[in-house]
C-alpha cells in the first residue's frame, strides 16, 4: 500500500514493538524533526537532484563524490545538472543546508546515507558492480549504530542482501539490529516537466520492517507518495522490471518499424492509431537504438542475475538484439537516401541533428548517434553534428564538435539525419534547404516531401 504524506490517515508498514528510546525510534524522530542530517555519495544525475531535495526538505545534506570538479562546483553554487537551477542549489549552499565534500569521513556525522554509483555494465555485459563496492567499502569504514543506509543504484535482486550487507557487517555491527539497511530504486526522468522528484512515488524495501519504516520516513521528506515493500529484493526487482519493461517493448516496436517498411506503411501512423484504444494499450515509439544510462543496460543486470539461477530470459536478449541493430538500420536508411540522388555513403557530407541520447537534454552516454556517426565513418561518409546541448562528445576515442546547424546547411550538406528531437531544433528550415533527410523520430511529423526518408 502507498503511503501519502499528504494523507495523515494513511497506514504506515507493520513495525514491531520497540521501546521509545531505540535507535528506530530516535532515528525516526530526527527525520521527522528535519534535525537528521543525510549522506549522499555520488553527485551525478541522480545524487545531486537527491541531495538537494532533501536540502530543501530542511534537512542537511552533505553529499561526497570522488569527483573534485563537481564537489567544487556543487560548493559554488555551480549546477551542473540541467534539473537542478543554480539560484537552488547556490541559495542552499549559502543557506549552510548542503556542503558537498571529497571526504568520506562526513559520513561518521550523518544519520542516513544514501548511495548513487554508477551500475555500469562490463564489456561482456556482466553488471560492474565496482562502484557501488568502492562506495560501501567507504560507508563500512564509518557506519556507526543507528544509522540508516540506502542503495539507490539500479542493480540486480540481491545485491543489498548478498553484497552490501556482508559488506557493512563486516565492523561487527549487524544490519536490523544495529543499522537499518534497504533499497529504494531511482525513477528520476532527467527533462521530464511534469514527473520529478517530488509527484512520482518511490518504492522502498529494507532488510526488515523497521528499516523500511525508517527508509520510508526518510523519503516521507521529499516524495509525496511511498510504496513500502516486503523486501530489498522485491525493491530491486520493481526498477528492473520497470526498465526491462520499455528495453522489450521499444524493441518489439522497432521490429514493427522494420517490418512496417518492407511492407510500405507508415508505422508512426498505425501507433498513432493504436494509441486511441482507451484501454489495453500503451504507445512506445521506434527510433535509431536505445540510449542513456538506464534501459540498454538495466535489463541485463537481470539477465546476468536469471542466469546465475540457471534462468534463461529469452525477451531481454532478443530485445537488446534487435535495438542494438537500430544503429546499423538507421546507416542502412541514409544510405537508400542517398542512393535516391544517385550518391555514395563514400564521400558524402552527412549531418547529423542530435548527440544527446532523447530530446533536450545533454546526456550521450551509450547515445546511438555515436554508433551512427561511427558506422558513417567507417563507411567514407564526412560526419557533423549539431546539438545545442551537447557541443562536444569524447567517448571511447570517439570525438567530435558540434557545428551549428545553419552553417552545416549553409556550407552544403547531402543529407541531415535526425537522431535526436530536440525541441530547439529548427525543423522548417531543415525541411527547406536539407536536400535529403532521414528522421529517426518523426520529428517531422505531417510533413510529407519526397526528401523525407522515415525510419
Ligand atoms: N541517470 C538517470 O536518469 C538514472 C535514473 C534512474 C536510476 N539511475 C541509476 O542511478 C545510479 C547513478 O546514476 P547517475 O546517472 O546519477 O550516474 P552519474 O555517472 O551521473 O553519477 C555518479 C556519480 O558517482 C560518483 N562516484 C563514482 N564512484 C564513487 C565512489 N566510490 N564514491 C563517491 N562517488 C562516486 C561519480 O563521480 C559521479 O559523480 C546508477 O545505478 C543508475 O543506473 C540513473
Known sequence: MAIDRTNSSAPAPAVPERSADSAHTVLLNR????QARVGVIGLGYVGL???????????????????????????????????????????????????????????????????????????????????????????????????????????????TEEVVRPMLERGGLVAGRDFFLAFSPERVDPANPEWHTGNTPKVVGGIDPASTDVAAALYQQIVATIVPVSSTGVAEMVKLLENTFRAVNIGLVNELALMCQQMNINV?????????????????????????????????????????????????????????????????????????????????????????YKGNVGDYRESPAIDIARLLVQRGAIVSYSDPHVPEVDDHGFEMRATSEAGALEAGIDCAVIVTDHRAFDYDRLVQRAPLIVDTRNALKGRNHDHIFRL
Not at 88 to 104: I, P, W
Request: glycine letters at 8%; a neutral charge; hydrophobic letters at 40%.
Open 268 to 356: 508512426w501512423e498505425v501507433i498513432d492509431a493504436a494509441r486511441t484504444k482507451p484501454f489495453g494499450f500503451m504507445p512506445f515509439y521506434p527510433g535509431p537504438g536505445l540510449g542513456g544510462h538506464c534501459i540498454p543496460i538495466d535489463p541485463f543486470y537481470l539477465s546476468w542475475k536469471a542466469r546465475q539461477s540457471g534462468f534463461e530470459s529469452r525477451f531481454i536478449e532478443l530485445a537488446g538484439h534487435v535495438n542494438a541493430s537500430m544503429p546499423r538500420h538507421v546507416v542502412e536508411r541514409i544510405g537508400e537516401a542517398l542512393n535516391s540522388a544517385g550518391k555514395p555513403i563514400r564521400g558524402s557530407r552527412v549531418h547529423l541533428y542530435g548527440m544527446a
Open 31 to 34: 527525520i521527522r524533526a528535519k
Open 49 to 159: 537532484p537527491l541531495a538537494v531535495e532533501f536540502a530543501d526538505a530542511g534537512l542537511t545534506v552533505t553529499p561526497v563524490d570522488l569527483d573534485v570538479t563537481k564537489v567544487d562546483s556543487v560548493r559554488r553554487g555551480i549546477s551542473y545538472i540541467p534539473d537542478v537551477p543554480h539560484s537552488r542549489l547556490a541559495r542552499l549552499v549559502e543557506a549552510g543546508r548542503l556542503d558537498a565534500s571529497t571526504d568520506f569521513s562526513v559520513l561518521a556525522g550523518a544519520d542516513a546515507i544514501s548511495i548513487c554509483v554508477p551500475t555500469p555494465l562490463r564489456k561482456t555485459k556482466d553488471p560492474d558492480l565496482s562502484y557501488v563496492v568502492a562506495a560501501v567499502e567507504q560507508v563500512a569504514k564509518y557506519l556507526r549504530a543507528g544509522q540508516l543506509v540506502v542503495l539507490e543504484s539500479t542493480t540486480y535482486p540481491g545485491t
